[in-house]
């Protein structure tokens, strides 16, 4: 489950105000007035008006990268499964790509509508850098419509229909290093609709010396993929449900593309976690759960992270309860079962199974409350226990 | 007004003759005191197709005489009315704000006509309406169909959904949700559809029901399954099904392939009006105009295409009853 992107407590919001004269030279170039509005250094997401799309789109509007092209000034995308076929003056499903005369566009580059330096525990990255930070970014819209999605207010809406600021991949691999982030993360809403600006980030902060994580729903088409996976240091794939009725009723979406992402990023050696948000009666039989963890065990490995996740009413998915939480221990038995070796509960704060336990000796060498780490037992990616190797990017 | 073009009732009925799907003949009191969707009348909905065939004085312009002439037919018969102002108080009331739906997607070559808005405007204003909106989703849109964005004042403004933005709260019906526009929630009492008659690339084809895509934030999520059932889904929010009143077809230009886009090379001209009260129906005999001429051209059918507008038929059902896509049902007057 991708972590909301209002601020928490254990958030912080970043100003992307800056150089003054950088930012100068932006509003005189955008007219963009929610600027001014967003010049404090919140970056609320909500919905408002940023002037009209022929000023503001400039700065953010950049060719996209995956695209053929049609005859009759038509085009298919070429970016994530759906394959979209858009006409001209008209935009994929994402809402955030749109074609202008036969050439396909990216409106989202450098336009983040939220940022928040967070606990990389909150997207959550279990075995990445533990206790470090993530600056995290997203732009507007979204490649899939979940019904629980908990950031709709800016993953399903249009990037002219929120409010947005300038951030270009300097400014904020500088803003990370400012603010001791570890990482730069692409989450909130989906990281793939926004592309070109991640793939322009990620060096920008390697060479200020941070990584970058990507946080989502996996709904990608292999080229790309590939592609990103030379460019980013971790992912964690948000798999909503191990059948493709959920995908198809609940996510709009496909079920197989997801799972051959997450192959891929096991080949190319990509850091990988996923989350499964347990939504009740949609996705909750033990059936299901055991079929999931088969599969992450016999297709991924025994190593892969697994985060169950309590869901709570959101979006269109109103009519539900949230998690019991005999459900998520259930299917983290059942996982645990299955020989996975990192099973845990997300949004349970205070659970034992927030914590990373050894899969040999069974200690704790990782210990968390919430978002916040209060101990870390492994030396050179070892338990300090018994010196079984633990899988991860731990650090020096 | 030229008198010279304004029809009597007595004309309209002698034009009116042929019923092309259906057979009963038309009652009185189609519009009578109701500002409900749809012109249910008997168990029929009435449609009415009004044409002339020396609307074009050149290939690119229509003759705005002969072309407000065919909206008082139209309007008249639809509404069994001796005067288009009568018809039009019928739909609208004084003292309310009507808006009036344009489609401009697909720019000047195939948008909302100006003249036919104009035209409109001259007749609401004569009906006692001081205050109307023309708007779509976007001012570059309005702006790109030639129409002069004019967001303040009184009188008549025009604007597109980014000048008053949308509703903070969704609206919900079956497998949509969707935030509003504005203009359709708080600056209109009552709107008249204004779509155009074309094909469209993915939904089959685009008339009535889908053009109130453009009073929804999130159109593009709504496309996949050719539109089905999320056209008639967004139909079913509240604002829509509450406010529009009227569906008044602009097919003088009309355009059977390569839609929503503008192909010159597939439009034709039509050179009339389609209006009715019930979306489907005008949905309905818009998409078999449309078959019709792709058969005429040797092109395959939409059905065969698989992008058969199948949300029609979902938007008639048990579920939605937006309206009636039965021919039976369907009282066509030519006029």
């Not at chain 1, 490649?143 to 947005?164: A, F, G, L, T």
Request: include cysteine; charged fraction near 25%; proline fraction near 6%.
């Amino acid at each position: 489950m991708k972590s909301k992107a209002s601020p928490a407590s254990s958030s912080a919001s970043p100003d992307f105000g800056g150089d003054p004269l950088d930012r100068r030279a932006f509003l005189k170039a955008a007219a963009l007035p929610c600027l001014a509005a967003c010049a404090g250094g919140m970056l609320a997401p909500g919905l408002a008006l940023a002037g009209s799309p022929a000023e503001s789109d400039a700065p953010f509007t950049v060719e996209a990268s995956y695209y053929e092209k049609l005859p009759y000034k038509k085009i298919k995308c070429k970016l994530c499964p759906r394959e979209c076929v858009i006409d001209d003056r008209e935009r994929g499903y994402c809402g955030v790509r749109e074609n202008r005369g036969g050439t396909y566009y990216t409106l989202v580059h450098s336009r983040v509508v939220a940022a928040h330096v967070d606990p990389v525990e909150k997207k959550p990255l279990f075995h990445f850098l533990p206790g470090t930070l993530a600056f995290s970014i997203a732009t507007a819209g979204c490649n899939v419509n979940c019904k629980m999605c908990q950031n709709w207010d800016i993953s399903q809406v249009r990037p002219e229909q929120v409010r947005s600021t300038y951030a270009p991949p300097q400014k904020v691999a500088a803003q990370a290093k400012q603010y001791q982030c570890a990482s730069i993360a692409y989450t909130y809403s989906e990281p793939v609709i926004f592309y070109e600006y991640m793939m322009d980030t990620a060096p920008a902060g390697h060479e200020q010396g941070v990584k970058s994580v990507v946080i989502t729903g996996g709904y990608i088409k292999q080229e790309p993929l590939k592609k990103l996976c030379a460019a980013v240091d971790a992912v964690k794939v948000d798999l909503k449900a191990f059948s493709q009725k959920f995908y198809e009723e609940v996510v709009n979406a496909n079920l197989k593309p997801v799972l051959d992402t997450l192959v891929t990023l096991r080949q190319q050696g990509m850091w990988t976690e996923i989350v499964y948000l347990v939504v009740p009666t949609l996705n909750d039989s033990d059936a299901e759960f055991k079929a999931l963890a088969r599969w992450v065990r016999s297709d991924l490995g025994l190593d892969v992270p697994l985060h169950f996740s309590r869901f709570h009413p959101e979006y269109l998915l109103k009519n539900l309860p949230p998690t019991p939480l005999e459900t998520l221990e259930r299917a983290k038995a059942i996982a645990d079962a299955e020989g996975l070796h990192y099973v845990y509960l997300g949004n349970v704060p205070g659970h034992p199974a927030e914590s990373t336990y050894c899969p040999k000796c069974r200690r704790a060498v990782v210990e968390r409350v919430g978002y916040t780490v209060s101990s870390v037992r492994i030396r050179k990616g070892k338990c300090q226990y018994c010196q079984q190797p633990i899988a991860g990017v731990w650090g020096s | 007004m030229n008198q010279k073009l304004r029809p009597s009732r007595r004309d309209v009925l002698r034009l009116a003759g042929t019923l092309l799907v259906g057979g009963a003949g038309a009652g009185k009191s189609l519009c009578r005191d109701t500002l409900a969707g749809s012109s249910a009348l008997g168990g029929k909905s009435r449609l009415v197709i009004s044409r002339d065939g020396k609307l074009r004085p050149s290939k690119a312009s229509v003759d705005s005489t002969r072309l407000l002439n065919v909206l008082d037919r139209a309007m008249q018969a639809l509404c069994d009315c001796d005067s288009p102002l009568e018809a039009w108080r019928k739909v609208v009331r004084p003292g309310e704000t009507v808006g009036l739906k344009v489609n401009c997607l697909a720019g000047k070559g195939n948008a909302t006509r100006a003249e036919l808005v104009d035209a409109i405007c001259e007749r609401l204003q004569q009906a006692g309406i001081k205050d109307i909106i023309i708007w779509d989703r976007l001012n570059a849109d309005l702006e790109s169909a030639r129409f002069r964005v004019v967001e303040r004042g009184s009188g008549i403004r025009c604007f597109g959904n980014d000048a008053l933005g949308y509703e903070s709260e969704l609206a919900t019906f079956g497998s949509v949700g969707s935030l509003m526009s504005r203009t359709l929630t708080q600056a209109c009492d009552a709107v008249i559809n204004l779509p155009v008659l074309k094909d469209h690339g993915i939904a089959g084809v685009t008339i009535a029901l889908k053009s109130m895509f453009g009073a929804i934030h999130n159109p593009n999520k709504y496309h996949l399954n050719v539109g089905d059932p999320y056209v008639a889904d967004v139909f079913m929010l509240p604002p829509i099904r509450q406010k529009v009143r009227l569906h008044l077809c602009d097919a003088t230009t009309a355009q059977y392939e390569g839609g929503p886009s503008y192909m010159p090379q597939w439009t034709w001209p039509y050179n009339g009006l389609l209006v009715s009260r019930d979306p489907v129906a005008l949905d309905y005999l818009g998409w078999r105009i449309i078959e019709k001429k792709r058969a005429e051209m040797g092109m395959k059918s939409l059905e065969d295409l698989k992008r058969e507008p199948t949300y029609i038929a979902t938007a008639a059902d048990s579920k939605h009853r937006l309206g009636t896509n039965d021919p039976n049902r369907i009282e066509v007057v030519e006029v």
